[in-house]
């Protein structure tokens, strides 16, 4: 996650003593997504993220171009940079 982003948001939900529930930044979120492959619930919930969390092509480009994609031992990278 892009220190940028840090501050996860809170979720709404009726109060709780002990429970304080967030979520990542929309464009954290989509990046984690996008890294698990070809799943199309995931495509349904990045266009969803898109359409309701705001997120702009330029702030997209910009986690693109910073991503660090983790070295997972054992993985074959696909020629577009994701595991198979």
């Given amino acids: 996650m892009n220190p ?4 996860p948001t809170e979720v709404t939900r009726p109060p709780t ?7 990542p ?9 996008m890294m698990r492959g070809n799943d199309p619930q995931d495509m349904q919930d990045i266009a969803f993220l898109i359409r309701q969390g ?3 092509p330029e702030e997209m480009e910009a986690a693109f171009a910073s991503v660090r ?3 997972i ?3 074959k990278t ?3 940079g994701l595991c198979r």
């Fill in 4 to 7: 940028e982003r840090d501050n």
């Fill in 17 to 23: 003593r002990w429970l304080r529930l967030s979520r």
């Fill in 69 to 71: 994609i983790p070295d």
């Fill in 78 to 80: 696909h020629s577009n």
């Fill in 73 to 75: 031992q054992g993985c």
């Fill in 25 to 33: 930044h929309p464009v954290d979120l989509i990046l984690t997504k």
């Fill in 54 to 56: 705001g997120v702009n």
